[in-house]
């Protein structure tokens, strides 16, 4: 049965790769808080590629109803974690409440589905587990360390889970975008030659699926950006403003 849950279906990069997925022939299960914005996404889906699109209230933050959204959907090959709140990073500072919602959403949320999901999955060989940090989470860095510290316990989590699953064949893949023009970019000044679209995006991440890598980067230059800016000392990187 080729069957995803896309956790944050009502995220751009979620959207556009909901359609790469339907477009392969999988019908899919899009979870997400707005039941009225996903209605619209899966009738357009549906429209265009002939699969079937089902709906889930999805927050994830109310973790008391994650286990409802698997125990209903144990057919799945496929889950992705897509959900993600960037937050700001200067209210952060001020108000432990914003820390908290980043650090809650990105990663407690992330971590909450996710156990169930493995549960679900565990007998069986050849599900696919994805789910997308960031770049962010490489290195903490001033302007969006707490985002980022969520998303490295994040990827931390992945790795481990990684690990746990891999006797049973199961493959857990962590995505590591760097710029992409969704609503969570909007407005920022993005250098072009950095920045991917929506699309692009999820056409790497669907890709991902059928190669042998476990952590990918969406494009090779922020590979490579990231192993510099790991690999320059903390002395120096203080005096850095990034
Ligand atoms: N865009 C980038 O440059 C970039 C870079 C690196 C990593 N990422 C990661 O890529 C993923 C997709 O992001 P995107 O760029 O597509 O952003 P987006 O369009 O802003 O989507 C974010 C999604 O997260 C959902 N969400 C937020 N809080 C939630 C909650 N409590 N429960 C359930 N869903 C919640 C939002 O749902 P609502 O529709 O209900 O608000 C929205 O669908 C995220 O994990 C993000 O951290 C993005």
Known sequence: MNK???LGGTSDIGVALAHQYASNGFDLVLAAR???KLTEIQRDIQIRHGVKVSCV????????SHSDIIDSNQDLSDAICIFGYLGDQRIAEESFAEAEKIIDINYKGAVSILNQVAESFINYDGKIIIGVSSVAG???RQ????YGSAKAAFTAYMQGLRNRLYKSKIRVITIKPGYV???MTNGMKLPPFLTVSAKKCAIQIFKARTKSSDVVYISKKW???MKIIKLIPE?????LSL
């Open 143 to 146: 302007s969006n360390y707490i």
């Open 223 to 225: 590979w490579f950006i």
């Open 138 to 140: 490489d290195r903490g």
């Open 34 to 36: 707005n039941l009225a």
């Open 181 to 183: 023009i969704t609503k």
């Open 57 to 64: 209230l999805f927050d994830a933050l109310n973790y008391s």
């Open 235 to 239: 002395r120096l990187f203080n005096r």
């Open 4 to 6: 995803a849950l896309i």
